[in-house]
Every structure is written in C-alpha cells, then in structure tokens.
C-alpha cells in the first residue's frame, strides 16, 4: 500500500498494513468506524471514506 493508492474495494489485512496513527483511517485519517463480522473475521469499516481492514 503506498500513500494515495487505498483502494477502498479491498479488505486489507490489519497484520500487513497496521495503522499509520494508532486507531484513525490510513485515507483519510478520521477515526469514526463501523464494524462487523465477515466470513468469521472483524471488519472495520471509516465511516467517511469506507476503507476497510481486516483487524
């Protein structure tokens, strides 16, 4: 992953891609998320630009 190319289509892996600041989106660097459960796996998901990772 490199600065401005975040597909926000993909599920990043939290282990692969740790956050840059501690708890905000790696896009757009909010920190309001939603979650939910995914094939057995927790998804966060920014509220504000819908990337998603993993966690």
Request: charged content about 30%; proline content about 6%.
């Given at each position: 992953m490199i600065d401005n190319?975040?597909?926000v289509n993909i599920?990043?892996?939290f282990n692969?891609?740790?956050d840059k600041n501690?708890?905000?989106c790696d896009n757009c660097d909010k920190a309001h998320f939603q979650s939910s459960i995914s094939a057995g796996k927790l998804i966060r998901e920014c509220s504000?630009?819908?990337m998603k990772?993993?966690?």
């Open positions: 190319q975040i597909d599920i990043y892996d692969e891609y740790p501690s708890g905000r504000n630009c819908g990772k993993s966690i």
